[in-house]
């Protein structure tokens, strides 16, 4: 229940800094009682950002589930709109945890690196596996780490009047349709993904889906 509540204070959007005296009020309990579990609020913005990649993992791992069966290019496309999503929620921890606080701050940065990157790159590391990339793996990995991360935090979606998944959906054709090979090379064109499958919705696991 704390764990929640911190959570919901400290990463909501356009939060300010919360104090622990915000959180006891919104507990209905003393800070007392909250230290009693957390020594400190560190500690206890730690625990609320490990519920948040709980999160992000299940997120991720029911798309990759979703889009096994597929052609690569949906199975990359399918995995950019869970981890563009995903990212979007983890800005505001990111933010929260920069706030004068450079270990967590290093700390949201490693979480990203292993649940969101590193699956990336082992999607990209199959399809050259596979045969079906013209470029090196560690390239498209470090140009769509780059776009992802540019885009979240990026003006173009307001100016554009667009969403951030119209933009992210974009960009991946833009990035990813040079360097994926046909699957089969006499067909002219790249392997482009229909629009039905574009509509896919992508699985969001809910905080309160996560166990303590």
């Known amino acids: 229940m704390i764990v929640e509540a911190a959570g919901r204070l400290f990463f909501a959007p356009g939060s300010v800094r919360v104090s622990m005296d915000d959180l006891a009020r919104e507990l209905g309990m003393s800070k007392k009682t909250i230290y009693r579990h957390f020594p400190d609020k560190r500690s206890l913005l730690a625990a609320a950002l490990d519920r948040q990649f709980a999160a992000v993992e299940r997120t991720l791992a029911a798309a990759a589930q979703d889009a096994q069966g597929q052609p690569f290019g949906a199975r990359v496309q399918r995995f950019l709109l869970a981890a563009g999503s995903e990212l979007g929620r983890i800005g505001a921890a990111r933010l929260a945890a920069g706030r004068g606080d450079a270990v967590l701050r290093q700390y949201v940065e490693q979480r990203v690196d292993a649940v969101v990157y590193r699956r990336l790159d082992e999607l990209f590391w199959d399809g050259h596996r596979q045969g079906l990339l013209s470029a090196p793996p560690e390239l498209l990995s470090e140009i769509t780490r780059g776009a992802l991360e540019r885009l979240l935090t990026s003006q173009l979606p307001r100016d554009l009047d667009r969403t951030a998944a119209d933009l ?36 969001t696991a809910r905080d309160e889906e996560v166990g303590p």
């Open 168 to 203: 992210l959906r974009a960009g991946v054709d833009t990035v990813l349709y040079g360097a994926i090979r046909p699957a089969h090379p006499g067909h002219p064109g790249h392997p482009g993904i229909g629009e039905e499958q574009l509509e896919a919705v992508i699985p």
